[in-house]
């Protein structure tokens, strides 16, 4: 009998236990009160942004970029430029089969080198009737016949200097040049390549003279001015910016592009610069755990509040930053009140919660 009853106790406490663990895990757990069912949430508190700067991340681009394109379409015999190197106007990069090129102006200066022969022949033809009209021993009519011929030569010979010239010009299509200083940032395409007229072959950044693009949130582009200062970064490398330009067009990510114009530092282009602009304190900003914020179908951020009735509801806020392990958002929202710290994105507006205590 004591056997039995030890055993029996023992299936109750593994029973309480399990009920112990279960509603730990579970998202409800009825009320002994009011037998509402809540879920059980780590939280933590909105604070006031105590930052002085506007802060935002942007791509660093040359003031002039240039691309070198194929203007005719081939096969690519050589390739001379190599990422890196230095380039001059003028320098060939690239050379694009040309043998078309070429067999059109052997035909061309063949045609000229035969109306030219067919000119001369028809200007002293032109001129012996000229002198034997001035004696009489030819009419005036064979004379004006014969002169138009050889201005009809003329004007032959003219068009064949055209047409070899525009063969000339189309051949200097093949070679692929570049006409400003700078340095070859990619390389797309190699030897034995087909390229298509048009298409992109080498990108060229200007050897000095950087911007910095940045798609920014409008709460914070809203705010900035045109000459207004900037400190940026990249890595270790530190310099300062001004702002050259706002753009008034919403961009897909829902930010104004900025550029601001590097004025030392030289950052590398492509590199990633976080860029500071001191604007003061803002009372309306905000900072809230990075964990807490959700994004929607739609892109949109949101946290989740917890209400003085233990209420879960739902607040769009608009990231400006990231301080340490919070974002910097320009929402107003009550200083103090405790915001879901991880998990919103399964509540639901009015759902009932109760926030989990470290240690009880």
Sequence with gaps: MTHSISRQSLLTLMSLLAVVILSGCTPDKPSADSGQRFTY????????????????????????PMQASAAQGGRLVSVSA?????????????????????IRIRQATEELRRIEALLVDRLAAAKRAVDLAATGSVSEASRSATVAEAEAGQAAVDAAK?????????????????????????????????????QVLFSIESPEGRVIEASVPIAIADKLEIGEPAKFNVGALEGAAQVISISPKVESG??????LAVQNGNPHPGSIAQVSVDQGFDSTFRRVPTTSVTPDSSGANHVVLIDDNGQAQRVAVDIIGVAGADYRVATDLPVGASIVLAG??????????????PGI
């Design 82 to 102: 190599n990422v890196g190197q230095t380039v001059s106007p003028g320098d060939v990069l690239a050379t694009i089969d040309d043998t078309s090129a070429k």
């Design 344 to 357: 919103g994105a399964f509540l639901q507006d009015g759902e009932l919660v109760k926030i989990v205590v």
């Design 162 to 198: 055209e047409a070899l010239s525009l063969a000339e010009n189309e051949a200097e299509q093949f070679l692929v040049r570049v006409f400003k200083t700078g340095i070859v940032s990619a390389r797309e395409a190699d030897v034995g390549a087909v390229v298509s007229p048009g």
């Design 41 to 64: 949430v780590a939280a933590s508190l909105v604070k006031e942004d105590q930052g002085a700067q506007y802060i935002f991340s942007g791509v660093v681009r040359s003031v002039e």
């Design 254 to 259: 829902g930010g104004l592009i900025v550029r």
